[in-house]
């Protein structure tokens, strides 16, 4: 047994950030509950010791909210303006980032020792692209490498920017990788035994599999499709996902409504092995549970949890259910229980 965190938009009838418990042998979630009321957290992120912090919003201001262990609010460190949409965690420097899509930019806080936020700095970008979504740099994911590099994925500039990080905060750029013009790169997942990191690309529906120099630098090796050939209409992939024995991935496809599922090979290459309908409108985020036997997928728009069995030898997924309610969920995160 475990639980899953939910991160959701409150613009309809979501209160805030929910759990609910998913049983490792039924493949079945049940007992949904609301553990914090909070304005638009649409995304979590558990530290080691058991803090929770989420995307906040307040009113005409956006920032990050803090939590104990138990759930009680800590504190908010806000300002004008929209919220973030992206959280990353530093256990080892005791820092949160955010990442802004509105503003461009990618906020720094340090953990203070009873879990409590203090915003230490603030990296700006410019920059715009020829995408209509383009207009100006807006950053979508900012956390750690491997080798603890802070780096960025700008949706607005195509870039991919690292950052030497101290202790305090404090950053240095080190290098910059530069997507394909209106690419958009969103998010990114590292391969947990080669040198590769996986780049989700919203604006032309690609995954970037690069490979991982180390201390920051990129280098290009592959761009696959998330669609099928025959299809040509919206798309805005989202979330991507890598088993921990590094052999499949996953990515969420807002639009064509579905998973995409690849297998990856010795040469280094991914290889797409399956597209399957999520059985909802807008999968917004995926998760693996911890025994990675299930991806789990949130839909944004029809408010509703699938649950796929995942086969361990091929990567396939097989649905097992679609219809837990989460209202507005955009986010998932695996939290094991004893």
Known sequence: MEEIYFGTYTKRQSQGIYKADFDNETGQLSNLQLVASQQNPTYLAFSADDCLYSIASDKNQGGVASYSPDFQPLNQVVEDGA??????LDGKRDLVFSANYHTGQALIYKRQDDGHLKLVNRIIHQGTGPHAHQDHARIHFADISPDRYLLTCDLGTDDLTSYALSESGRVQPIDNYHFPAGSGPRHLAFHPIFKHAFVVCELDSTVHNLIYQGCGNFETYQSITTLPDDYSGFNAPAAVEVTSDGWFLYVSNRGH?????????????????????SHGKTPRDICLTADEKYLLVAHQDSDNITVFQRHPETGKLTEVNHDFYVPEAVCLVNRPRS
């Open 83 to 88: 919220a973030p949409c992206y959280l990353g």
């Open 257 to 277: 409504n579905s998973i995409a599922c690849y297998q990856f090979i010795l040469d280094g290459y991914i290889h797409l092995i399956d597209i399957v309908p």
